[in-house]
């Protein structure tokens, strides 16, 4: 039987995970592994940083649904993947990060450029291997691989010491994958489904809760199904936007500390929650023990951890979003043409009115850009129909709320970790994994500016992302509660001028031009999407603008600051 | 409350170390552990005592069942399980105070391993109350060290 090397196996193996694109930067304990991608025809993207091949590979998943890939060396370029890492940890997305490592023989000795990357992403990893016999690779692959994409997805990494890459073995050498302790509970306990639908039939102010893990597990469309029948409005986090269109009459947009105002009081007034992939997370709850005190929750996750962590939960179902959906839509319907169609004209009319009553506001007669304005236009001159990557910030507030998501993998947005850094690698990873849509990254000055060597990346590899930069000189999001909680004391918050955007978007040879004024933005944004080259547009924003309405940290959600509070105080 | 719990893991390396890890990270402590392989050398067995809430402890099992190399994972009931621990204690002793150790020693079952001339080295199994109750007698001797075993627990009976 032919031999081949470690190096040459690994990329077999990926072949045979379908992996079409790597994000990566080579070093010395993964030469031999690049000289073995050299042969291959998957594609390889050298980003000018190891944090953007993981932010890349985890937007590229985000988008595709795909597993992603990224390859870094040992000791630097190990660590620096660890906050992509777990960035894609906090939000469940599955990406292999593949690392070189020092020799066996050398490993435990402080060798050049060794750094104990399984110990130190341990904590940040859903599972890791260092991997010390090229015998194991075939399998430790396709179990990385399963363990990324399957039950709640998450990154998984792979050190591989420099030897075992380019040890031999035959090319046809396969061991079974062994994971006895790995059985992720997919089909929910149909009685629990039963129970809930019983539950949700009796309801009388229901709302559901819809999170990242009903885009991970392609249930949207069983969702917009359920929500046809039973006629409950539901509410989303940040990352489950795009689960159900925001243009549906029964969608409430996103809740929490910048949520919208009818979501956090239909939280606050419902008597059921159906929650169906998300964690209940502090920035969405507020202060706990007053979250939506009067209601049952049903909680459907596929990780029994997150059931009953935050919340108190009265029918728990564990298992995939869309098959637990899928049950659940049966279910309820059985029951309803028995028992008939609960009545709830007075919750949804009382919904009708708090969507009316309590809009997303900014200052529309303002001449200033701003930055609600842009996102706005940014929708209408996408038709909706864009993928948005965003920043951290407020950047991202006002992307999350004013443009309207209606299908799922379209807002790629760092949302446990909140990674200032990652919108412009993402957008790079979601442009590889959708070519054929316009991506667009709402940037930051300061998150940009984390990252912004990525923008040669882009511009190398003809990624032609359009990046919308909502220059307001600031930290913008940290001055913001310096001035609502800190007396308006701006420490180290100010950024003001202190690089010219569209010079250094040019330097990178892309395109870069700046908007100081309102009645340019439409045009602006216009040209940016028709031009064939990365674009940078450099809106200066309404500098001091805020992002309302605000639960104060430790508030309820149902107190919202609202900017006529404010203004003035 | 003081919990003990069984958990089955694959025997490959790191595994302990991703255990004792996710408790640090949690905020959960360890009262004490053990570790051996089982039966069949591909799997280990690790008994924890963990100090904790009802509520807490079911999130440290759904946590542990997190890790991949986790198999299954048992909560013991303490009132039908048979618990051990061993215990070295060395004690200084003299030909005045021997023959009164050796006496206590001998109520409890416990065995002499080493006699030294101003030392005896003592070892005793049995469940906690059982050792700290040695322990308390031997105080007064001088003890000069003691080590011990984590705990190891097994069910009564046919359940397991
Ligand atoms: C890596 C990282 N460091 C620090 C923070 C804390 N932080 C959150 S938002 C923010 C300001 C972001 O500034 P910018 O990108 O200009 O966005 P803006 O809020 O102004 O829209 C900071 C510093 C973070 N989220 N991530
Ligand atoms: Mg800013």
Redesign the pocket.
């Known amino acids: 039987m032919a031999k081949i090397t470690g190096a040459q196996m690994i990329i077999k193996c990926l072949k045979e995970e379908g992996v079409e694109v790597i994000f990566g930067y080579p070093g010395g304990k993964v030469i031999p592994l690049y000289d073995a991608l050299f042969d291959s025809d998957i594609r390889h993207i050298l980003v000018r940083h190891e944090q953007g091949a993981a932010h890349a590979a985890d937007g590229y998943a985000r988008v595709t649904g795909k597993t992603g890939v990224c390859i870094a060396t040992s000791g630097p370029g190990a660590t620096n993947l660890v906050t992509g890492i777990a960035n894609a940890h906090m939000d469940s997305i599955p990406i292999v990060a593949i690392t070189g490592q020092v020799g066996t023989a050398q490993i435990g000795t402080d060798a050049f450029q060794e750094a104990d990357i399984t110990g130190i992403a341990a904590p940040v990893t859903k599972h890791n291997y260092l991997v010390k016999d090229v015998k194991e690779l075939p399998r430790v692959i396709k179990e990385a691989f399963r363990i990324a994409s399957t039950g709640r997805p998450g990154p998984v990494l792979i050190d591989i010491p420099v030897d075992i890459t380019t040890d031999l073995i035959d090319e046809n050498f396969k061991l079974d994958i062994s994971l006895p302790g790995y059985k992720p509970t997919l089909k929910g306990n149909l009685k629990q489904v039963r129970m809930a639908a019983k539950k949700i039939a009796e309801s009388k102010k229901p709302v559901i809760f819809a999170g990242g893990g009903v885009i991970s597990s392609g249930a949207s469309d069983i969702l917009r199904k359920f929500v046809k029948i039973a006629k409950i409005p539901v509410i989303t986090s940040l990352l489950g936007m795009g689960s159900f269109p925001e243009n549906n009459e029964l969608s409430l947009s996103m809740a929490g500390m910048h949520g919208t105002k009818y979501a956090n009081l239909a939280f606050t007034e419902a008597d059921l929650i159906i929650a169906v992939g998300v964690r209940f997370d502090d920035r969405v709850t507020g202060k706990l023990s007053e979250f939506a005190p009067e209601a049952d929750i049903i909680h459907i996750d596929i990780d029994p951890a997150e059931i009953g962590k935050n919340v108190k939960v009265l029918i728990p179902v564990v298992g995939d979003a869309k098959i637990v959906l899928t049950d659940l839509e049966n279910e309820y319907r059985k029951y309803i043409e028995k028992k008939g169609i609960p009545d709830r004209k007075e919750w949804l009319s009382r919904i009708k009115k708090l969507k009316e009553d309590y809009p997303l506001k900014y200052d529309r007669s303002s001449n200033k850009v701003k930055p609600a304005y842009v996102v706005e236009k940014i929708y209408e001159l996408t038709k909706g129909d864009a993928i948005i990557c965003t ?5 991202q507030m006002w992307a999350a709320q004013f443009y309207k998501f209606t299908k799922p993998r379209t807002l790629v947005s760092s949302g446990g970790l ?4 990652f919108g412009l690698p993402a957008a790079i990873g979601a442009k590889i994994g959708r070519p054929d849509k316009t991506v667009i990254d709402i ?6 500016q ?1 990252v912004s060597q990525e923008l040669s990346t882009a511009v190398t590899n003809k990624i032609n992302i359009k990046i919308m930069l ?1 220059n ?1 000189g ?5 001055r913001q509660w310096q001035e609502f909680f800190f007396k308006k004391r701006y420490s180290q918050t100010c ?1 003001y001028n202190c690089v010219d955007f569209v010079k250094l978007v040019e330097a990178y040879g892309g395109v870069g031009f700046r908007v100081k004024k309102k009645e340019e933005v439409e045009g602006a944004i216009k040209k940016a999407l028709e031009i064939n080259n990365l674009v940078l547009v450099d809106f200066w924003i309404d500098r001091e603008e805020n992002v309302y309405p605000m639960v104060a940290p430790g508030s309820p959600i149902s107190e919202m600051l609202e900017s006529e509070m404010l203004e003035g105080v | 409350m003081n919990h003990i719990i069984s958990v089955l893991v694959e025997n490959k390396a790191g595994v302990l170390a991703k255990i004792s890890g996710l408790f640090s990270r949690r905020g959960f402590n360890i009262g004490s552990l053990a570790v051996g392989p089982t039966d069949d050398e591909k799997i280990s067995r690790i008994t924890l005592e963990v100090n904790a809430e009802e509520h807490s402890i079911e999130q440290i099992i759904k946590q542990l069942y997190k890790l991949i190399n986790v198999i299954k994972i048992q909560e013991l009931d303490p009132s039908n399980i048979v618990e051990r621990e061993l215990v070295l204690i060395k004690v200084s002793a003299d030909s005045k105070t021997r023959p009164e150790i050796l006496e206590i020693v001998s109520v409890f079952r416990a065995n002499i391993v080493d006699v030294a001339k101003k030392t005896l080295m003592i070892e005793i199994t049995g469940n906690s109350k059982k050792v700290k109750a040695l322990e308390d007698l031997l105080r007064p001797f001088g003890i000069l060290e003691l080590v011990r075993t984590g705990k190891i627990a097994c069910t009564r009976g046919g359940k397991y």
């Open positions: 920043e951290v910030g407020q950047n909140g990674t200032m850094g940037a930051g000055d300061g998150s940009i984390m909502l307001n600031y930290l913008g999001m940290v950024i």
